[in-house]
């Protein structure tokens, strides 16, 4: 049941833009609903039905110590505030969610990273992030990160501070901090992790 009549961009931006569409209710009465996409007019997902991923979150285990986890706290203009994230980032032109993480992280912490290829391909699938204000959808890749922290390739208009947490400092940040969804509940299957399989929660 298509449930609305028309569809009008409402912004320009490179990143992200406004839509408003003339939805109709279950009873057929007219209402504007707002939302916001980081495609094309042409190609937002009410028209193409897909659900390809527009950015990644990243799951980075540390590789010489699978007891801790490499987090980010970044500050988030909406908020005013510093908000604890995992690294994430927008899919490139051409790329793949796995060098877009890559290079993400590479841009965001100064680490490398490892993609972890096991376990359920289902769970690496894009899932929607907030259906109610966004088509935006994001990969989640997993794997290890190594190297050293450098801030040498970070973008000046990101405002970043790298950490390496354990589980205690995991569990203090769930239990204080302002945490993303997306990192919260990922940080959680990390408290349950076993460090000698640390992606066993991606078994069937």
Do not use: W
């Not at 390496?164 to 901090?177: Q, T």
Request: with cysteine.
């Amino acid at each position: 049941m298509k449930k609305y009549t028309n569809i009008h961009k409402l912004s320009d931006n490179k990143f992200l833009n406004l839509f408003k569409l003339d939805a109709l209710t279950d009873s057929g009465r007219p209402f504007d609903y707002f939302f916001v996409s980081r495609r094309k007019a042409e190609e937002i997902k009410l028209l193409t039905k897909d659900s390809a991923a527009e950015g990644v979150v990243i799951y980075p285990i540390l590789k010489d110590d699978p007891e801790k986890i490499v987090l980010i706290r970044q500050y988030r203009y909406p908020l005013g505030d510093y908000l604890y994230e995992l690294p994430a980032g927008l899919i490139d032109l051409g790329e793949t969610p796995d060098i877009a993480a890559i290079r993400e992280m590479k841009e965001e912490t100064g680490l490398c990273f490892e993609i972890y290829t096991g376990g359920d391909a289902a769970y690496r699938r894009p899932f929607f992030m907030g259906a109610g204000f966004t088509d935006e959808s994001c990969n989640t890749i997993f794997g290890y990160a190594s190297g050293e922290i450098s801030r040498k390739e970070m973008e000046d208009t990101e405002s970043i501070q790298v950490m390496i947490a354990d589980k205690n400092d995991v569990k203090r940040i769930l239990k204080d901090e302002k945490v993303s969804l997306r990192a919260a509940y990922l940080l959680i299957n990390f408290l349950h992790a076993d460090p000698k399989e640390p992606f066993a929660f991606l078994n069937e």
